[in-house]
């Protein structure tokens, strides 16, 4: 099983441009996440999905869209991008959010974003 | 919000000393979770704690949650160059199913 795969796992773009970054699970996980990590700032969630067909922001939406496709890809898309989302960004899975236990989080090797 | 502070931010030792990071809450958490990032890597599910108390052990790693379940420990015993990385807490409160709220992490470094 390749787990939770993310494409592409570089990028560079300049201000204003949009891009997509595309995140699979092949582990019939119900929900999915995108995380965004910065140095010194640990991961902060932008938003995730409980379960196909639901979206729901996180900490830091401003900027981002998503899209639950199916119930194994989730993703996140970037319309005008600004410097300050130059990141590191991770998408993750759970097998089911909304149950006690089922928390644990499989995360993707991640895109290094560059926005100049 | 919940906040979950995580310390030492950086540590450094030397091959076979022991090494221990806490993390703090804000708020009482339903559950606690840590998680091993090395470098240039992604993180990696260590562990989940849920009771009061509670203390689990992996090889060289202890894990503890705090008995009023708004703190947490990890602690590694005569440490390893395989123990480099960053390891994260992320504590989950009762009232808010999704948000896994993430410590800053502490960044370990091992001396040959």
């Known amino acids: 099983n390749a787990g939770v795969t993310q494409t592409p796992k570089f990028q560079v773009l300049k201000t204003g441009q949009s891009m997509t970054l595309q995140c699979a699970q092949d582990?019939?996980?119900?929900?999915m996440y995108w995380y965004r990590q910065d140095p010194g700032m640990g991961l902060r969630l932008i938003y995730y999905s409980a379960s196909e067909g639901t979206t729901d922001k996180g900490e830091v939406p401003n900027g981002y869209n998503v899209s639950r496709l199916n119930k194994r890809e989730f993703s996140l898309r970037l319309e005008s991008a600004a410097p300050s989302q130059t990141s590191v960004y991770f998408c993750a899975s759970s097998e089911y959010m909304l149950i006690r236990g089922n928390e644990k989080l499989f995360f993707g090797s991640g895109t290094q974003l560059s926005v100049l | 919000g919940q906040q979950v502070m995580q310390i030492p931010q950086y540590q450094h030792v030397q091959e076979g000393e022991d090494f221990t990071t806490y993390c703090n809450s804000s708020?009482?958490?339903?559950?606690i979770q840590w998680y091993k990032q090395r470098p240039g890597g992604h993180p990696v599910f260590l562990i989940q704690?849920?009771?009061?108390?509670e203390v689990k052990k992996q090889k060289r790693l202890t894990f503890q949650f705090g008995e009023a379940k708004k703190n947490s420990s990890l602690h590694i015993t005569a440490t390893q160059t395989t123990d480099v990385g960053t390891y994260f807490c992320?504590?989950?409160?009762?009232?808010?199913?999704?948000?896994?709220?993430f410590g800053k992490g502490t960044l370990l470094t091992v001396n040959p």
């Open positions: 708020t009482t958490l339903s559950n």
């Open positions: 992320a504590g989950k409160s009762g009232g808010s199913n999704y948000k896994l709220t």
């Open positions: 582990m019939n996980h119900n929900s």
């Open positions: 704690l849920v009771k009061s108390g």
